[in-house]
């Protein structure tokens, strides 16, 4: 099993949480000590390639992962992890480079040569699910090209905005040249698919006590269970009411 952690924006203290998936910096910094106490090592994306059984519950180490490219992440994730001996992944939309608030190209290529991947969350951030044919492959093949034009995505490694993703763009994400698409699908990649690579995506709710239980092995069926009934809602009549409750009770 390889465990694979979703990030988004880190901030430095609790008085700047905004966002639902926000996590601090001192939150981050537990959760890589603890990862690194339940699953031993800290992976690389290559270590994602290996197809087939991972030998079965034998917990083979962890990736720490970012997504949108968020300025924090130069600033304040990038730092931390280093701090802690360990590198992540930052997905990031190739539109959105050099844009006020997101990363740069010079801090990528900075963040590559320290150690860390750049790799791609699509071109635009918008849900891959809404398109079709050439549209989506369009997505999916400009932010690929960008990224290589700029010496950055050398794991050829696909995130999926919002976690959306279906068998037509898994397919355009193998035509496009990808090695590896990484899902929000829950789990601990018990058997190691590269092209739905699962994750235990962190927010505000799960960053504190709950986490180390979140990432520990035990009752994974329960937790699976509870995480597939959760997204029927969310995809369902029901979504609206579920974020409602969701993004109201953060406040």
């Given at each position: 099993?390889?465990?694979?952690?979703?990030?988004?924006?880190?901030?430095?203290?609790?008085?700047?949480?905004?966002?639902?998936?926000?996590?601090?910096?001192?939150?981050?910094?537990?959760?890589?000590?603890?990862?690194?106490?339940?699953?031993?090592?800290?992976?690389?994306?290559?270590?994602?390639?290996?197809?087939?059984?991972?030998?079965?519950?034998?917990?083979?180490?962890?990736?720490?992962?970012?997504?949108?490219?968020?300025?924090?992440?130069?600033?304040?994730?990038?730092?931390?992890?280093?701090?802690?001996?360990?590198?992540?992944?930052?997905?990031?939309?190739?539109?959105?480079?050099?844009?006020?608030?997101?990363?740069?190209?010079?801090?990528?290529?900075?963040?590559?040569?320290?150690?860390?991947?750049?790799?791609?969350?699509?071109?635009?951030?918008?849900?891959?699910?809404?398109?079709?044919?050439?549209?989506?492959?369009?997505?999916?093949?400009?932010?690929?090209?960008?990224?290589?034009?700029?010496g950055l995505g050398c794991w050829d490694f696909l995130a999926v905005p919002?976690?959306?993703?279906?068998?037509?763009?898994?397919?355009?994400?193998?035509?496009?040249?990808?090695?590896?698409?990484?899902?929000?699908?829950?789990?601990?990649?018990?058997?190691?698919?590269?092209?739905?690579?699962?994750?235990?995506?962190?927010?505000?709710?799960?960053?504190?006590?709950?986490?180390?239980?979140?990432?520990?092995?035990?009752?994974?069926?329960?937790?699976?269970?509870?995480?597939?009934?959760?997204?029927?809602?969310?995809?369902?009549?029901?979504?609206?009411?579920?974020?409602?409750?969701?993004?109201?009770?953060?406040?």
């Amino acid at each position: 099993m390889k465990l694979v952690l979703t990030y988004h924006r880190v901030v430095e203290h609790q008085s700047a949480l905004a966002g639902f998936f926000d996590v601090t910096s001192e939150e981050l910094r537990r959760h890589i000590r603890e990862a690194g106490e339940i699953w031993k090592h800290n992976c690389s994306p290559g270590d994602l390639l290996e197809t087939g059984r991972a030998n079965g519950l034998t917990r083979r180490g962890f990736l720490i992962t970012f997504d949108d490219g968020t300025a924090d992440h130069y600033g304040i994730a990038a730092p931390l992890l280093e701090q802690e001996g360990v590198r992540g992944v930052f997905f990031v939309n190739t539109s959105r480079l050099d844009r006020d608030g997101y990363l740069s190209v010079a801090q990528c290529r900075e963040m590559q040569a320290r150690g860390h991947a750049i790799e791609s969350h699509s071109h635009e951030h918008k849900l891959l699910t809404h398109f079709q044919g050439a549209d989506l492959r369009y997505q999916l093949a400009e932010s690929r090209r960008r990224l290589r034009e700029l010496g950055l995505g050398c794991w050829d490694f696909l995130a999926v905005p919002g976690g959306y993703f279906n068998g037509e763009i898994k397919q355009a994400a193998q035509v496009e040249h990808y090695a590896l698409l990484r899902t929000l699908q829950w789990g601990y990649n018990r058997a190691v698919n590269p092209f739905s690579i699962e994750s235990v995506t962190v927010n505000r709710r799960t960053a504190g006590r709950w986490f180390r239980p979140l990432i520990s092995p035990r009752f994974e069926s329960l937790k699976r269970a509870t995480y597939r009934s959760k997204e029927f809602i969310k995809t369902g009549r029901l979504g609206a009411l579920y974020f409602g409750l969701r993004d109201g009770r953060r406040k």
